[in-house]
């Protein structure tokens, strides 16, 4: 499922770079909405063509610091804002010629290096894992949920099979003390019947975890539906993923509005066309050779795009039906 997230890694290279720009054509001017700005590899690209505007969102806070150099740099064309992108609609576009809207999932190199926010399982310290403008902590996950909430986040957000007895052994050593960063990875080894000697035994319980703590399911959902109503016509909406929940979100959602009737009924009829989307490649793109071996961890990155072949913004998705599960079980850190 997930690359291993470890603080052994050494540099944040901008995943797929070149492929994206080839397929927003920032060449020919607009604005485009950059919803992980990060370290700003997509960012900087597009401001190299003179005829762009960029807004772009992070909710880490940290990322503000880099947004603000190139706020000075670019007065006219750049503006940063410290949102989630599931808020996406508070941006104030009216005037806006959206032709792109990008998102680039995941973590970047200095945040998986950073202590304070303790996502990697060689982490020493306190249980984080919040990217920013969150309401809890994974210590507060761990230390206060119940044995089958804990259960069904490492089954449903980590694909671990063996989340049934790692949840009961956290139940029953919280007892004792809190729980933290290598407490919980004692407790997975442990708790591990079968061992995996090409994987570590804490990568799927650690990607679980960072799911619900960043309530990453509920973000992708509403990031795409609010991205998909900014758009303006041609304008196309790509999204680059890390593991196989978030691709599987993002390909329903491209097929959902792609191929079934999408455009809502009470659409004005000289708006009307039958689907919201065009989707020219149903596969993924991938890195190639040359990105696989300067950037080992961008092998699991997948990149889709759609295009968006009308103005207007009222379509209909079942999506959040589709996935009410999963937005379910995030809504356990609704009592933490
Ligand atoms: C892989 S990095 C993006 C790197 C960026 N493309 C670059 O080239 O530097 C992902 C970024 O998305 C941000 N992020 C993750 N979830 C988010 C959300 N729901 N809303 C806003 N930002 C988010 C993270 O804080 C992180 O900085």
């Known amino acids: ?3 291993a997230i470890t603080s052994k890694m050494q540099k944040h290279y901008p995943v797929l770079l070149k492929e994206i720009i080839s397929i927003i054509s920032p060449q020919y001017g607009g604005t485009f909405i950059d919803c992980t700005f990060g370290q700003g590899g997509y960012t900087k690209k597009i401001l190299e063509f003179d005829k762009t505007k960029v807004i772009a969102l992070d909710r880490d806070p940290e990322s503000e610091k880099i947004a603000l150099k190139l706020e000075d740099e670019f007065e006219e064309r750049f503006k940063f804002r410290n949102i ?6 508070n941006l104030k576009l009216k005037k ?9 999932l995941g973590y970047s190199y200095t945040q998986i ?15 984080n894992m919040q990217l920013g403008l969150n ?7 761990i230390n206060k949920l119940d044995q089958k909430e804990l259960e069904k986040i490492f089954k449903f957000f980590g694909d671990e099979k063996e989340g049934k007895y790692i949840a009961r052994n956290i139940v029953k050593e919280r007892v004792n003390k809190k729980i933290d960063t290598q407490g919980l990875v004692k407790i997975i080894d442990n708790s591990k019947r079968r061992k995996n000697f090409r994987v570590n035994n804490s990568t799927k319980a650690f990607q679980a975890l960072r799911i619900f703590v960043n309530k990453e399911i509920s973000e992708l959902i509403y990031g795409l539906i609010n991205a ?4 303006k016509k041609d304008g196309v909406l790509a999204v680059v993923t890390f593991h196989s929940l978030e691709d599987k979100i993002v390909k329903y959602f491209f097929k959902n509005l792609s191929e079934n009737k999408s455009i809502s009924r009470y659409t004005p009829l000289i708006e009307q066309t039958d689907t919201l989307f065009h989707l020219t490649k149903k596969k993924p793109i991938t890195p190639n050779e040359d990105e696989l071996s300067e950037n080992p961890p961008s092998r699991s990155a997948k990149l889709r795009f759609v295009v968006k072949k009308t103005d207007f913004f009222d379509f209909e998705t079942d999506i959040e039906d589709q996935f009410k599960n999963l937005i379910d079980i995030e809504n356990f850190g609704e009592k933490l």
């Open 1 to 3: 499922m997930d690359a």
């Open 84 to 89: 989630k992108f599931s808020q996406l609609n």
């Open 96 to 104: 806006e010629n959206v032709k792109g809207v990008i998102f680039d």
């Open 113 to 127: 290096k950073d202590p304070n926010k303790g996502l990697s399982f060689d982490s020493i310290g306190k249980l």
């Open 135 to 141: 309401s809890y902590s994974a210590e507060e996950a």
């Open 228 to 231: 998909a109503k900014i758009l």
